[in-house]
């Protein structure tokens, strides 16, 4: 098994290009998730899915959208990037929402 | 709200002391999962442990240990005799339920950045 797979590893972005953030697992988990994270902040919710077609806002989802079309996906998309959004940012899927979230390797992304 | 506090920014400790990273949490929920991961600087975040709300039983695994005490609210680390590929950031994490759906977050503590020295 791959795990949880993310790419691209890093990403520089202008204020204002759109980009998305690819995440694959092949643990046919149903929950799945995207943090973000910051200096000295630890990680915070971006979007979360229970399954296939069920996406919902977590702590900090502004200028993110999601969509969870197939179990194994599920993709971040930046709509028009700011340098807010610079961060690392995980994905991290588990059979349910009580169970242990395994995450990807992240994805280091700076807007200029 | 929910809330995880990690107290320490950042221990230094010189190989083979002994380190405890401290955990302290707030909930209203009755059931609830405590978590460790450990991010070395490679940047990947790994599982350590995962406890839920009605074991309190401490762990022991190798020279990791935890302890968790439900009457103060804190699930602390403990690294016996540290060695320097401990060097990494670790965090606690308290799960939270989502009552829409069948699901939860994970709300995590800033982190403490542990330095083992040879």
């Known amino acids: 098994n791959a795990g949880v797979t993310q790419t691209p590893k890093f990403q520089v972005l202008k204020t204002g290009q759109s980009m998305t953030l690819q995440c694959a697992q092949d643990?046919?988990?149903?929950?799945m998730s995207w943090y973000r994270q910051d200096p000295g902040m630890g990680l915070r919710l971006i979007h979360y899915?229970?399954?296939?077609?069920?996406?919902d806002q977590g702590e900090v989802p502004n200028g993110y959208n999601v969509s969870r079309s197939t179990t194994e996906d599920f993709p971040l998309r930046l709509l028009s990037a700011a340098p807010s959004q610079t961060s690392v940012y995980f994905c991290?899927?588990?059979?349910?929402?009580?169970?242990?979230?395994?995450f990807g390797p992240g994805t280091r992304l700076t807007v200029l | 709200a929910q809330k995880v506090t990690q107290a320490q920014t950042e221990i230094s400790v010189v190989e083979k002391e002994d380190v405890t990273l401290d955990c302290v949490y707030e909930?209203?929920?009755?059931?609830?999962?405590l978590f460790w991961y450990k991010q070395p600087p490679s940047g990947e975040l790994v599982f350590l442990i995962r406890?839920?709300?009605?074991?309190?039983q401490n762990e022991i695994s190798g020279r990791y240990s935890w302890n968790f005490q439900k009457s103060t609210s804190s699930f602390n680390f403990t690294i016996t005799a540290s060695q320097v590929v401990d060097s990494a950031v670790y965090f606690c994490?308290?799960?939270?339920?989502?009552?829409?759906?069948?699901?939860?977050?994970?709300?995590f503590g800033a982190g403490t950045i542990l330095r083992v020295k040879s």
């Open positions: 899915s229970v399954g296939a077609g069920i996406t």
């Open positions: 991290a899927s588990s059979y349910s929402g009580r169970d242990t979230q395994y």
């Open positions: 643990m046919n988990h149903e929950y």
């Open positions: 406890r839920n709300s009605f074991d309190e």
């Open positions: 909930t209203r929920d009755t059931t609830y999962y």
């Open positions: 994490a308290l799960s939270e339920r989502i009552p829409k759906e069948y699901g939860n977050k994970l709300v």
